[in-house]
């Protein structure tokens, strides 16, 4: 039956499942509570026909004799409840009755009272809920019947707080009738399932005739006084009011006949008098008034509801006199019942107007209430379904009664959750702007300050250009204070506007009210401005913000001149920023460019070495030389001119070897140059070109002097050490041809021989290395003979070239020395002397000179090498005897 009733068949009851059109309720997936009477079952449904949710009571008959007592005690109190419409009793809304499968009853959506009293309640709550079961229990008693059933398990609360009364299973006339005769015996018979607790005495006592001579319901005073210790010790072990307790320390006595009754009660608790209760009273018969007294009963909750602090009058509130339940589910769906009847046409303007005024600062104070997100979820209280509320203020809100249209405006912040987008630009938006062409100044402002809250919901037509078109006309309204808000309009609008329509409609709008005689207007921009600092760059900033609002800094209005100064500063901390900002990506372009720099000199300078390693004999082709020429100098600093001088080493201790280097060769130089001077006095046939050997003695190669420069090359020494090459001298142009006899006047200071690279210390291995042994230092050389011995040997041993013998032969008796030849050799002892002292001058010099460039480049690493002896000058010869 319930399946055939509810949807799906009574087996299937225990998953949720969708249901057909001729279908009235669909049943959730798992009951609700445990056994809500004796036999009851109670499941969560929703009404297919609206989607609202309701409750159902079921039980399964199979199995179970139709004569059995559950059996008969369900279909007793089916039956009851189709017939009794009495207020505060549980109404049946739809059901079926079949003993062999089930026996279902609809109601709408309730929960049990003993598991509603253990939450949190407010405690005008219980005050109504108590009201509630005297009122039922009036109306019942009224037409002579008792409940006999009345414990926690058989009173229900709904979502609006009401409490319901059910369990009529054994609700009968306990005076014998004709009639109800097998009422009555099902009740004498059965009574005894119910909870002693909630048994009068005279029950307990079977004592019937006193039951029937009593007043009638005095039993179900008794419980209820039991009852309701009950429900006011539950949540946290309270007790009764004093007002209620009087009276249910009446209702428990013994004697039936001194009980009250529950009219009595209701007219004698000073609880069940006040203020809250004749309010909900009154809404509950509201809907049986005329239209003319539905309005007046709202303004007295408006009245009510109003709160005027120093003069002004604040928002209501409402949930000071109604609980949320009462207001979302009883009197919000009163209001909205009234609305739709004001605005369907039935009613003149006037009763519109005023039944609108009374109603819309009610749905204000309880949309808040509503939880929009949860419509029709079971966890929600909210029964009344949003859309019809929607669809009331929708139509009063576009109405073409301005009074009407303008109540509706003054409270869009607060009805703004229940306005969808798509209403607000295809009604609502067009329908405001009519405001802004009202005469009333008050009217355009309201309009104006309504559209803030519409701005998020707006589409970007209407609102980046209907919508600033028409706020722009108001920049030059004749009202100061429209002036003001349309600043602030803007201010606040800033955040929803692209950067274009901030710089094209935004700003200018500060700027002009910049200047307005009005110092509100001007205390406004200014605000603005520091507000909107963040949404204008610093160029702006400076070239037209600070511009204009520095010279408020001396404005008439303290208040603006407060305002100025801050605002002032905000945008000149914009404007430093971006200063520094841009001087910082200046020197990182400089850095970057000078590191680039560095990186192509670095990368010529590998490519140059790595040119010079894979040359045959260590000399780098013309090409990559004239390439890195012609490449030409570009900027460095101390420090990479010394790294390049030095082959561009990396640490401390290759720097130091390099220079190290460097400066033996130098010595090694200036040495060679002095032997090859004499030598070249000393030979009977001297030539015009200088030969260079190395000092393996193998390979030398003769350059002539003006062709071409030494390159910095890589040599090795006779013993195979590598020795660094010195660093690439600039080419040498051709000498003066004056000469003073000396044979240096080259105009070069007599440094005119061939760099000698055999000498140097840090050079690199050559492709052939020589396996003869490495010759010594020249700077440990003694000074040559005065003449040759005329063995072959040039009087320097160990020099490396291979004329020293061992054991040279004795020398021969010299030969007559004839006197122009004895003049002649001592013409030449003399310039040999000569030659001797300015080779030893120049090596001096040189000396201090490397030792100066050495120092210098040490100082700028922070590292210095340790000083080498200075090698000892070579002596002259000794002049040979005159003949």
């Known amino acids: ?119 949190e309640r407010d405690p005008r709550n219980l005050q109504w809920g108590a009201y509630c079961l005297f009122k039922a229990l009036s ?106 307790a009087v009276w249910t320390k009446r209702m428990a006595h013994d004697d039936p006949k001194r009980r009250p009754s529950a009219d009595q009660v209701l007219r004698g608790c000073p609880l069940f008098r006040q203020g809250f209760v004749k309010e909900l009273v009154n809404l509950e018969e509201l809907s049986a008034t005329s239209m003319e007294d539905q309005v007046k009963f709202y303004q007295t909750l408006v009245d009510m509801t109003k709160r005027d602090l120093d003069g002004v009058e604040t928002v209501g509130a409402l949930d000071e006199v109604l609980w949320r339940g009462a207001c979302v589910d009883k009197l919000l769906p009163r209001v909205v019942a009234t609305l739709e009847i004001a605005l369907g046409g039935s009613v003149d303007d006037k009763a519109r107007r005023e039944t609108i005024q009374s109603t819309l600062p009610l749905v204000v104070q309880i949309v808040p209430m509503l939880d929009l997100t949860k419509n029709n979820n079971p966890d929600d209280d909210f029964l009344v379904d949003h859309k019809k509320l929607v669809a009331v203020l929708e139509a009063a809100m576009v109405l073409k009664d301005p009074s009407v249209r303008f109540a509706s405006l003054a409270k869009i912040a607060s009805l703004d959750p229940l306005l969808s987008s798509d209403f607000v630009n295809r009604k609502l938006f067009d329908a405001a702007l009519l405001g802004f062409g009202d005469e009333n100044d008050g009217h355009r402002l309201q309009t104006l300050m309504a559209m803030l809250v519409l701005v998020p919901k707006l589409n970007d037509k209407n609102r980046n250009d209907r919508l600033l078109r028409v706020v722009k006309r108001l920049e030059s309204d004749r009202s100061p204070k429209i002036r003001t808000n349309v600043v602030i309009f803007y201010g606040k609008m800033a955040p929803d506007l692209t950067d274009h329509l901030r ?27 520091g507000a909107c600092r963040d949404y204008f760059s610093a160029v702006v900033a400076a070239k037209g913000v600070v511009p204009k609002v520095a010279p408020l800094l001396l404005d008439p209005s303290s208040a603006v001149r407060d305002a100025a100064s801050p605002c002032v500063d905000a945008f000149l901390t914009l404007a430093r920023a971006e200063a520094e900002r841009l001087t910082k990506a200046e020197d990182d372009a400089k850095r970057k460019a000078a590191e680039e720099a560095r990186i192509k000199r670095s990368a010529e300078i590998d490519d140059a070495a790595k040119a010079q390693k894979s040359s045959p004999g260590g000399v780098v082709p013309t090409t990559t030389t004239t390439a890195a020429a012609a490449a030409g100098p570009l900027p460095k600093s ?11 080493l990396g640490s401390a201790g290759d720097i130091a070897a390099a220079a190290g280097g460097w400066a033996s060769w130098a010595l090694n130089k200036v040495v060679a140059t002095a032997k090859d001077a004499v030598d070249l006095e000393r030979r009977d046939a001297p030539t015009n070109a200088t030969t260079s050997t190395t000092a393996g003695g193998t390979g030398g190669t003769t350059t002539p002097k003006a062709a071409a420069t030494p390159t910095p090359t890589a040599a090795t020494t006779a013993g195979g050490t590598t020795t660094s090459a010195p660093p690439a001298t600039i080419p040498k142009t051709a000498p003066p041809a004056e000469t003073d006899g000396w044979g240096d006047d080259d105009g070069w200071g ?39 011995d005329g063995w072959g040997n040039d009087g320097w041993d160990d020099d490396g070239l291979g004329d020293d013998d061992p054991k040279p032969p004795s020398k021969p008796t010299p ?19 000569r030659r001797a002292a300015i080779a030893a001058k120049r090596q001096q010099r040189m000396q201090e000179q490397t030792q100066t460039t050495s120092d210098d480049f040490f100082s700028n690493f922070g590292e210095k090498p340790e000083a080498k002896p200075t090698p000892p000058k070579p002596t002259p010869p000794p002049a040979p005897a005159p003949a």
């Open 750 to 788: 007599g440094d005119d021989l061939d760099v000698d690279d055999s000498s140097s210390k840090a050079s690199k291995p050559s492709s052939k290395p020589s396996s003869k042994p490495a010759s010594k230092p020249a700077a440990q050389r003694s000074a040559p003979p005065a003449a040759n």
């Open 139 to 244: 109306s019942l008693h009224r037409n002579a019947k008792t409940h006999g059933n009345l414990t926690p398990r058989s009173v229900f609360v709904n979502s609006a707080g009401d409490w319901k009364l059910w369990g009529l299973e054994l609700c009968t006339h306990l005076a014998p009738t004709l009639n109800e005769e097998a009422d009555l015996a099902f009740f004498r018979a059965h009574e005894h399932r119910v909870d002693d607790a909630y048994r009068s005495p005279e029950r307990k006592k079977s004592d019937w005739e006193v039951l029937a001579d009593s007043k009638v319901g005095a039993s179900d005073v008794w419980a209820l006084a039991k009852l309701l210790d009950f429900v006011w010790a539950a949540p946290h072990e309270g007790s009764l009011p004093r007002e209620l």
């Open 638 to 648: 101390q420090d990479e001119e010394a790294a390049t001088a030095v082959g561009n």
């Open 503 to 529: 710089l094209k409609v935004a700003l200018p709008a500060f700027l002009k009210a910049l200047d307005d005689q009005n110092f509100y207007v001007r205390l406004a921009a200014v605000r603005a401005l």
């Open 1 to 119: 039956m319930l399946g055939a009733l509810f949807g799906g068949s009574g087996s299937s009851l225990g998953s949720a499942y969708d249901v057909g059109e001729e279908r009235s309720y669909h049943v959730g997936g798992a009951a609700a509570t445990e056994l809500a009477t004796q036999h009851w079952h109670l499941w969560d449904a929703t009404k297919k026909s609206d989607g609202s949710r309701a409750s159902i009571f079921r039980l399964e008959t199979k199995g179970s004799a139709a004569e059995s007592p559950k059996v008969e005690s369900a279909t007793r109190c089916f039956n009851r409840s189709k017939q009794l419409m009495i207020p505060h009793i549980l109404k049946f809304e739809a059901g079926e009755a079949n003993s062999t499968s089930e026996i279902s009853v609809a109601t709408e959506r309730v929960e049990p009272l003993y598991e509603w009293v253990t939450k």
């Open 815 to 833: 030969a007559p020395v004839d006197p122009k030849a004895a003049a002649k050799a001592e013409r030449e002892r003399k310039q040999a002397e």
